[in-house]
């Protein structure tokens, strides 16, 4: 069942599988110095239902980092992590999104992608949890989440 991408504005807390759909866009960020990453994901539950999600990643962020090793990367000896060179488009992880207050309104409260890892193989199905029963290049090669 595919949710109306408007509704839920807040999602469910939980354990999720997200396929990254499209590569990632590189945009100012509101100081005017430096820059942030804007992902586009189809985010899968447990039951099957899924539904597109926007996440937000600045180069500084540790779940940026974590977000690149889960794909696949590796730090350097300098620290920075670096990615082979592959297109993010239908690269797979797993990860929590939790629901906290936004920093500047903490009355309104948003979602936000924690705990990032990389595909498990295989994984049991217990409250929550994501079935995964193919590696990453496994998956990539099967039909993708249909619309």
């Known amino acids: 069942?595919?949710?109306?991408?408007?509704?839920?504005?807040?999602?469910?807390?939980?354990?999720?599988?997200?396929?990254?759909?499209s590569d990632p866009e590189k945009k100012p960020n509101s100081f005017g110095k430096g820059f942030y990453y804007e992902f586009k994901f189809v985010v899968k539950d447990a039951n099957g239902e899924h539904w597109n999600y926007t996440g937000i990643f600045a180069q500084k962020q540790d779940k940026y980092h974590d977000l690149l090793i889960a794909l696949g990367g590796t730090k350097d000896?300098?620290?920075?992590?670096?990615?082979?060179?592959?297109?993010?488009?239908?690269?797979?992880?797993?990860?929590d999104i939790i629901q906290r207050p936004a920093k500047n309104d903490p009355k309104k409260m948003i979602n936000d992608?924690?705990?990032i890892i990389p595909l498990r193989q295989p994984a049991l199905v217990s409250?929550?949890?994501?079935?995964?029963?193919?590696?990453?290049?496994e998956e990539s090669k099967n039909e993708e989440i249909p619309f």
Do not use: C, W
């Open 77 to 95: 000896e300098k620290g920075y992590t670096r990615l082979p060179d592959i297109s993010f488009v239908g690269r797979k992880f797993e990860a």
């Open 113 to 115: 992608i924690i705990n």
């Open 127 to 137: 409250q929550g949890d994501i079935s995964v029963s193919q590696s990453v290049e």
């Open 1 to 21: 069942m595919l949710l109306d991408p408007g509704i839920p504005k807040l999602y469910p807390e939980g354990h999720y599988l997200f396929e990254i759909v």
